[in-house]
């Protein structure tokens, strides 16, 4: 790219102006050409400069407005922007840096931030009486938690492990510390986190480096010993010190009675093979009811990814299309039932499945399970055709968490767009990191909607604009987890290949119903 292309791309761009396939040039620039991003950065100051200078210069001050197209028919290019500037900031701020002048580009972005002491490791049939549901990979919130049946495993930040059996109270004070009113619990702490106190009606207990087994009621407070040593801090009554095998029940009235180890208190936290077992169970469900899905005759692709394919680098298709994808440098890892090499990493640059889906179909529904480790691309794709020609899906998450759903309607035009892009909120936040997410967007052709799920519940749902339906909806060659754009003669491309992992991916010719897609969800989730 010439100089006198790159600054007329830069201003367009800035200017709300720049067409998708000429963004998409700018960007593989900008990511290779360190020029390019400086060139960039000059003018936006120029840019901006610019703005302020006109804004200051009109009449009435009280009354500055930018006039920028509509939100529904621009807002990408907004994200583009400000995304470029976001790149520009960090693609750029390594040399910036160098000269101790790390601010040149603007304030920094806000850092992100999560908030919590201990995150949910595993759980097995857990019944939480929580506002919020909570699962596998979720950072506990403050405040009074109740597990009311169940098994949970709780990592602390500390590196301290404890595993609880409901019906349970308690509440995690910090990651050393945490209130227990009711339940059983067995706590392993390493020796990094030796001092973590576990707070009870009727005293508290300080590990000294162990594992020990804690049974708590309205009327006494069972320990158990299993290695190591424990100190009891009673209320208003002299501290006791515990080692292995021993045990002691202290009653709600103060009195002390030495019993032997409940082997049945320790035994029911075998949390690995009791989940082993359920999985392995709930697995077996899915199984079946793939096979069931396959009779369906609006199932056009589904791929279990299960690695069952003789050949590494083919993933069978059990829809009615019949083709079969191919996997480019992806990489085999473990599903979302923890099973190793049923599942595909996508987060090496350049990882994809090539597909191609034939034919013409009036709606279409996608469905998959994915594991989002970070959103560090300005798109993250989950399923995009060959380029984006007219009446073809692009599906994928917006860098800020938005899901992004579009059929492109029209020829590109600048002002006026050619797509409606469906957005929803944001599904993902970087403290929801490594969690298995299930999402599933139906465009309904019938009625000209969109609408958007994750984990089975609705959470968007938009009406396309009379210019922007599109009667018959065309796939063709398509990659799943990447963009494989058409240029042949140009080894530039742009970075959306999406940093996580998805397992099992089905696309159906028809819009599915709110209940099927809560079906599929609740048949699937481990």
């Not at 509509?70 to 900031?89: E, H, I, K, Q, V």
């Not at 850092?111 to 759980?123: C, D, K, L, S, T």
């Not at 004070?173 to 020796?191: C, F, H, I, W, Y």
């Not at 499945?353 to 300005?378: E, M, N, Q, Y």
């Amino acid at each position: 790219m010439n100089s006198e292309e790159l600054n007329q791309y830069i201003d367009d761009l800035l200017d709300g102006e720049l067409s998708e396939a000429e963004f998409l040039k700018l960007e593989a620039e900008m990511h290779v050409n360190a020029d390019a991003r400086q060139t960039y950065y000059e003018r936006l100051q120029l840019h901006t400069a610019l703005f302020a200078e006109a804004a200051e210069s009109r009449e009435n001050v009280e009354e500055k407005v930018i006039a920028f197209p509509s939100a529904n028919s621009y807002l990408p290019w907004f994200a583009a922007a400000a995304a470029a500037l976001a790149f520009f900031a960090g693609g750029l701020g390594w040399q910036i840096g160098k000269s101790g002048d790390a601010n040149v580009a603007g304030a920094p972005e806000e850092e992100p931030v999560a908030q919590g002491f201990a995150v949910i490791g595993e759980q097995s049939d857990a019944v939480w009486e929580t506002e919020a549901s909570l699962g596998h990979g979720d950072l506990l919130p403050s405040g009074p938690l109740r597990l009311a049946s169940g098994i949970v495993q709780i990592d602390f930040f500390s590196g301290v492990t404890a595993i609880i059996e409901g019906d349970a109270e308690f509440e995690i004070l910090s990651d050393m510390e945490m209130q227990v009113n009711k339940g059983k619990l067995r706590a392993t702490v390493p020796e990094p986190a030796q001092g973590f106190q576990i707070r009870t009606s009727t005293g508290n207990l300080v590990d000294l480096g162990t594992e020990f087994a804690l049974t708590v009621t309205p009327d006494h407070a069972d320990m158990h010993v299993l290695n190591g040593e424990i100190e009891w801090h009673p209320v208003d009554k002299p501290m006791r010190t515990l080692i292995d095998g021993e045990s002691l029940r202290w009653t709600a009235s103060g009195d002390a009675v030495s019993t032997p180890a409940d082997s049945e208190v320790i035994d029911v936290f075998d949390l690995k093979q009791h989940l082993s077992i359920r999985r392995s169970e709930k697995r077996a469900q899915w199984q079946f009811h793939v096979k069931e899905m396959k009779k369906d005759p609006r199932l056009l692709v589904h791929l279990p990814i299960d690695g069952e394919s003789d050949n590494r680098r083919e993933l069978i298709n059990d829809g009615r299309s019949g083709k079969n994808g191919t996997i480019v440098r992806a990489q085999w890892a473990a599903d979302r039932w923890g099973e190793s090499e049923s599942a595909l990493d996508f987060s090496p640059t350049g990882s994809r499945v090539r597909l191609d889906v034939p034919g013409k179909h009036r709606s279409l529904t996608f469905h998959c399970w994915a594991r989002i480790d970070s959103l560090d691309r300005w798109y993250n794709s989950l399923f995009l055709t060959d380029g984006h020609e007219l009446h073809e899906p692009h599906w994928q998450i917006m860098q800020d968490g938005r899901l992004f759903f579009s059929v492109k309607a029209n020829e590109a035009r600048k002002k006026h767009g050619d797509k409606h892009i469906a957005f929803s909120p944001p599904i993902w936040t970087p403290a929801d990191s490594g969690k298995w997410f299930h999402i599933a967007t139906v465009y309904d052709g019938d009625v000209a909607t969109t609408t958007h799920y994750v984990n089975g519940k609705k959470i968007s749902h938009d009406v396309l604009p009379d210019n922007m339906r599109v009667e018959e909806v065309s796939i063709g060659a398509a990659s799943i987890g990447n963009w494989s754009e058409p240029s042949r003669d140009d080894p530039h491309f742009a970075v959306r290949n999406l940093n996580g992992v998805i397992d099992e991916f089905a696309i159906f010719s028809a819009a599915l119903t709110a209940e099927e897609i809560q079906k599929l969800y609740q048949i699937g989730k481990p």
